[in-house]
């Protein structure tokens, strides 16, 4: 069916007619069939709704509310004071730093190793299908695992690997940094980067096996070499997929929280937001307080996900054009 | 190395010694045989290159090969450190420099499994089993009828539908977190498994519906509508005829949505305690070091990552386009 309403009207606008034309004519007498039409959607839908909005809904009521959980008896109506005490709170603004700064080095260290590990894979080579399994591996070690295995079996300062293979390569006298407490966001966002490549490899990948194999072809009997045939062929066509691999890492470090919690517990000031607002009403009670916070991290989100939608749009229409 | 083999055995008949010398590259007495496949390349391609040109070529072809799978090593390194240490006992586990061939025991595992006493894993390991298969099972449910309503009997406006389930992923987690956490207070549903089923089957039926819906687009109407002129209504033709021909499709969206099902942490950490903690929740308690217990984290590590592990390298072709929310085929 999507083959046959292939369009190149964007597939979120609002027309009447929109680009479902084979849908049965909406003549009063078949509202009936436009509901049955409809029913097997329903139960999803009214599902998400349900679950996802009305929380939600729910979060935005509270936050105008003074209340501490552990004073439930002193509630009141606070008007915008819980986002003016966010907006004013150094510990809070600093957590918007944080998040900022660990997800756009974790995405942009991400892309960029992905690219490279894509560019390499794309190429055949003895032990290919073996490689790429290799490489998804940390994707799929579960987040808490992952961390745990960074913070103590990695970067243990007395016996974790890194200082044992600095003894090994220097000797006894080579130094033994304390890695967490002496970078302590330079180590969750490593160990985040390591978990993030494979993902951003894979989507990259993925652009790299679309690409037109005639027109690589045509431009290599022009006389293009390598890196002009990477600059003005491969790169122009990845885009998307570099938007795309950005803009859902983006989304979903952003709403990290495994790794901040379990290699600093939010301590040396590597608390984000989504680790802030947990504190704030799990440890300060201060449901208020952080239900504002919530609805920050809701608009910055937002508008992140207005770009994201945009991308996938644009790929979503891309495929249901090519078909 | 590539290109000589695929020059000589694309070359005609009885060019064994050909391909066998572009297979062995490299290998020495083969360099004669090799000169003679890549003779064979040059001369098919028509190109004219030098024989010198095509061997920097094929050089700098195995370099990068080389790369490839040194980073790959690298990158698994980690997890193999992780392997290896949880076979090791406790003071060969923790020692500088490393102990790479120290004998190997299942101690680590007896241990997390309770041999010394101490929590045992079993039930976290089960609520997350019970969390991420029922919850996967109910968003298959609610997303088969859902994405035939959008791809094979489209509803009006129905990529407004769909957007509208990609925008609900977008939401962070912890802005609905409180909310949650207050309602399952007071209706007394906190450290109770179900509570999860429900909130994980939230968080994968957008990823779902996009995927399925991709799938499902594939299905021939022909197929649908024969069922229907011989009467078979939705639910009969959803079990009997759609969901045969997507399976492959279905086993895939099944797959993702349990492996975030099974890593999610916040929630079940905000909302279990004692009774309904989950896997990774169980991990949590070994955040604070405790004396020597790196064999036992690996172990533990190992034990909650592997259902994860062997899902994802099943589904490895399906993961991307999961992730992407089926943009990325």
Same mark, same amino acid.
């Given at each position: 069916? =999507?083959?046959?309403?292939?369009?190149?009207?964007?597939?979120?606008?609002?027309?009447?007619?929109? #680009?479902?034309?084979?849908?049965?004519?909406?003549?009063?007498?078949? %509202?009936?069939?436009?509901?049955?039409?409809?029913?097997?959607?329903?139960?999803?839908?009214?599902?998400?709704?349900?679950? *996802?909005?009305?929380?939600?809904?729910?979060?935005?009521?509270?936050?105008?509310?003074?209340?501490?959980?552990?004073?439930?008896?002193?509630?009141?109506?606070?008007?915008?004071?819980?986002?003016?005490?966010?907006?004013?709170?150094?510990?809070?603004? %600093?957590?918007?730093?944080? *998040?900022?700064?660990?997800?756009?080095?974790?995405?942009?260290?991400?892309?960029?190793?992905?690219?490279?590990?894509?560019?390499?894979?794309?190429?055949?080579?003895?032990?290919?299908?073996?490689?790429?399994?290799?490489?998804?591996? #940390?994707?799929?070690?579960?987040?808490? =695992?992952?961390?745990?295995?960074? %913070?103590?079996?990695?970067?243990?300062?007395?016996?974790?690997?890194?200082?044992?293979?600095?003894?090994?390569?220097?000797?006894?006298?080579? #130094?033994?940094?304390?890695?967490?407490?002496?970078?302590?966001?330079?180590?969750?966002?490593?160990?985040?980067?390591?978990?993030?490549? #494979?993902?951003?490899?894979?989507?990259?990948?993925?652009?790299?096996?679309?690409?037109?194999?005639?027109?690589?072809?045509?431009?290599?009997?022009?006389?293009?070499?390598?890196?002009?045939?990477?600059?003005?062929?491969?790169?122009?066509?990845?885009?998307?997929?570099?938007?795309?691999?950005?803009?859902?890492?983006?989304?979903?470090?952003?709403?990290?929280?495994?790794?901040?919690?379990?290699? *600093?517990?939010?301590?040396?000031?590597?608390?984000?937001?989504?680790?802030?607002?947990?504190?704030?009403?799990?440890?300060?009670?201060?449901?208020?307080?952080?239900?504002?916070?919530?609805?920050?991290?809701?608009?910055?989100?937002?508008?992140?996900?207005?770009?994201?939608?945009?991308?996938?749009?644009?790929?979503?229409?891309?495929?249901?054009?090519? %078909? | 190395?590539?290109?000589?083999?695929?020059?000589?055995?694309?070359?005609?008949?009885?060019?064994?010694?050909?391909?066998?010398?572009?297979?062995?590259?490299?290998?020495?007495? @083969?360099?004669?045989?090799?000169?003679?496949?890549?003779?064979?390349?040059?001369?098919?391609?028509?190109?004219?290159?030098?024989?010198?040109?095509?061997?920097?070529?094929?050089?700098?072809?195995?370099?990068?090969?080389?790369?490839?799978?040194?980073?790959?090593?690298?990158?698994?390194?980690?997890?193999?450190?992780?392997?290896?240490?949880?076979?090791?006992?406790?003071?060969?586990?923790? &020692?500088?420099?490393?102990?790479?061939?120290?004998?190997?025991?299942?101690?680590?595992?007896?241990?997390?499994? @309770?041999?010394?006493?101490?929590?045992?894993?079993?039930?976290?390991?089960?609520?997350?089993?019970?969390?991420?298969?029922?919850? &996967?099972?109910?968003?298959?449910?609610?997303?088969?009828?859902?994405?035939?309503?959008?791809?094979?009997?489209?509803?009006?406006?129905? &990529?407004?539908?769909?957007?509208?389930?990609?925008?609900?992923?977008?939401?962070?987690? $912890?802005?609905?977190?409180?909310?949650?956490?207050?309602?399952?207070?007071? &209706?007394?549903?906190?450290?109770? $498994?179900?509570? +999860?089923?429900?909130?994980?089957?939230?968080?994968?039926?957008?990823?779902?519906?996009?995927?399925?819906?991709?799938? +499902?687009?594939?299905?021939?109407?022909?197929?649908?509508?024969?069922?229907?002129?011989?009467?078979?209504?939705?639910?009969?033709? +959803?079990?009997?005829?759609?969901?045969?021909?997507?399976?492959?499709?279905?086993?895939?969206?099944?797959?993702?949505?349990?492996?975030?099902?099974?890593?999610?942490?916040?929630?079940?950490?905000?909302?279990?305690?004692?009774?309904?903690?989950?896997?990774?929740?169980?991990?949590?308690?070994?955040?604070?070091?405790?004396? +020597?217990?790196?064999?036992?984290?690996?172990?533990?590590?190992?034990?909650?990552?592997?259902?994860?592990?062997?899902?994802?390298?099943?589904?490895?072709?399906?993961?991307?386009?999961?992730?992407?929310? @089926?943009? $990325?085929?």
């Amino acid at each position: 069916m =999507a083959d046959t309403t292939a369009t190149p009207t964007p597939p979120v606008t609002h027309t009447a007619a929109g #680009p479902v034309a084979p849908a049965p004519p909406a003549r009063p007498r078949n %509202k009936l069939r436009a509901w049955a039409i409809r029913a097997p959607l329903l139960p999803a839908l009214v599902f998400m709704i349900v679950v *996802t909005q009305l929380p939600f809904v729910a979060t935005l009521v509270i936050s105008f509310f003074d209340w501490n959980s552990l004073y439930p008896d002193a509630r009141e109506f606070a008007g915008f004071q819980n986002y003016s005490e966010i907006l004013s709170d150094p510990d809070l603004r %600093k957590s918007v730093l944080t *998040t900022l700064t660990l997800t756009a080095t974790t995405v942009i260290a991400s892309l960029v190793l992905g690219l490279a590990l894509a560019l390499l894979l794309d190429r055949r080579f003895r032990g290919r299908g073996l490689v790429r399994t290799l490489l998804i591996a #940390p994707f799929l070690v579960v987040p808490v =695992a992952a961390a745990l295995l960074w %913070k103590h079996v990695l970067y243990n300062p007395e016996y974790g690997l890194f200082n044992g293979m600095l003894t090994w390569f220097g000797g006894d006298g080579a #130094p033994q940094p304390d890695w967490v407490s002496s970078m302590p966001l330079v180590a969750v966002e490593a160990s985040l980067i390591w978990q993030w490549t #494979p993902f951003m490899m894979l989507i990259l990948l993925a652009g790299l096996q679309s690409r037109s194999a005639e027109q690589i072809e045509a431009a290599r009997i022009d006389g293009a070499g390598t890196w002009q045939v990477f600059r003005f062929l491969t790169l122009p066509h990845l885009r998307r997929y570099l938007e795309l691999g950005a803009l859902l890492g983006s989304i979903y470090v952003v709403q990290n929280f495994d790794a901040v919690f379990t290699i *600093t517990s939010g301590g040396l000031g590597t608390a984000n937001l989504p680790y802030t607002v947990y504190q704030t009403f799990y440890q300060a009670h201060e449901n208020g307080v952080a239900s504002a916070a919530g609805v920050l991290v809701v608009i910055g989100s937002l508008i992140i996900a207005t770009f994201a939608l945009r991308v996938v749009s644009s790929l979503f229409r891309e495929e249901v054009f090519s %078909k | 190395m590539t290109t000589a083999k695929a020059g000589a055995s694309a070359g005609e008949t009885g060019e064994n010694g050909g391909a066998k010398g572009g297979a062995q590259g490299g290998t020495k007495g @083969g360099a004669a045989v090799v000169a003679k496949g890549a003779a064979k390349a040059v001369s098919r391609a028509g190109a004219g290159e030098a024989p010198p040109l095509q061997r920097k070529a094929r050089r700098r072809s195995a370099a990068l090969g080389l790369l490839a799978w040194l980073t790959g090593i690298v990158f698994f390194l980690p997890v193999a450190w992780m392997v290896l240490t949880s076979l090791h006992s406790e003071s060969d586990a923790a &020692t500088n420099p490393p102990s790479v061939a120290a004998s190997l025991t299942l101690d680590g595992y007896r241990e997390f499994f @309770g041999a010394e006493g101490g929590a045992s894993p079993w039930p976290a390991l089960i609520n997350s089993m019970t969390a991420s298969v029922v919850s &996967t099972a109910l968003v298959l449910l609610l997303a088969l009828p859902a994405a035939y309503a959008l791809s094979i009997r489209p509803v009006r406006k129905w &990529t407004d539908v769909l957007f509208f389930f990609l925008s609900t992923k977008m939401l962070p987690v $912890v802005a609905g977190l409180l909310p949650v956490y207050l309602f399952a207070k007071n &209706t007394g549903l906190l450290d109770n $498994v179900w509570l +999860l089923v429900i909130l994980y089957t939230s968080m994968n039926l957008p990823i779902a519906v996009w995927m399925m819906q991709s799938f +499902l687009a594939e299905v021939p109407v022909a197929v649908i509508e024969a069922a229907q002129i011989d009467g078979a209504r939705l639910p009969v033709v +959803l079990s009997r005829v759609v969901a045969p021909i997507a399976a492959p499709g279905i086993a895939a969206t099944a797959l993702i949505c349990f492996i975030f099902s099974w890593n999610e942490m916040l929630f079940a950490r905000v909302l279990t305690g004692v009774i309904a903690q989950t896997a990774p929740v169980f991990l949590t308690g070994f955040i604070t070091s405790q004396g +020597l217990f790196l064999a036992k984290v690996c172990a533990a590590s190992v034990v909650i990552s592997l259902p994860v592990l062997a899902a994802g390298f099943a589904a490895q072709d399906k993961l991307v386009q999961g992730l992407s929310l @089926g943009a $990325v085929k």
